[in-house]
C-alpha cells in the first residue's frame, strides 16, 4: 500500500517561488509514475500539471512549462515541484499523485494525497 503525504504550501506574492514536496512511503513499483495535480478555486475537475517517470523523466502541462520542474529520489521516496514566476491563477490545491503506471496487481491504478493549498496573490 502507498501513502504520500504533500507539504511546502503556503502563500507568496506574483513572481515568487515556491517548492512543494511529496514523501511516499510504499513498494517502487507501485509509484512508478509520480505527479502533482491542481484543483484552482470553484473548480470540480483536477488537472495534471505534471508527472515523472522512474527514470526522472519529466512531462509538464503547457500551463506551467518553462515555470515549473518537478524531480523526484527514488533512494528517498520523495518528489518535489519547483514553482517559479507564479501567478495569481497558480492558485489552487495541490495534489500528490503516484501510480504503476500500467497494471499491476498489487498496486492500485492511483494513490492520491491531502492535498496542500497554494496562494499567490496580485
Known amino acids: 500500500h502507498v501513502q504520500v503525504v504533500e507539504s511546502g504550501g503556503g502563500l507568496v506574492q506574483t513572481g515568487d517561488s515556491l517548492t512543494l514536496s511529496c514523501v511516499a512511503s510504499g513498494e517502487l513499483i507501485c509509484m512508478a509514475l509520480m505527479g502533482w495535480y491542481r484543483r484552482a478555486p470553484g473548480e470540480s475537475e483536477r488537472e495534471w500539471i505534471a508527472?515523472?517517470?522512474?527514470?526522472?523523466?519529466?512531462y509538464y502541462a503547457d500551463s506551467v512549462k518553462d515555470r515549473f520542474t518537478i524531480s523526484r529520489d527514488n533512494g528517498r521516496y520523495t518528489m518535489s515541484l519547483q514553482m517559479n514566476n507564479l501567478r495569481p491563477e497558480d492558485t489552487a490545491t495541490y495534489y500528490c499523485n503516484a501510480g504503476p503506471g500500467r497494471r499491476v496487481g498489487r498496486c492500485d491504478d492511483d494513490y492520491w494525497g491531502q492535498g496542500i493549498q497554494v496562494t499567490v496573490s496580485s
Open positions: 508527472y515523472v517517470s522512474l527514470e526522472g523523466n519529466p
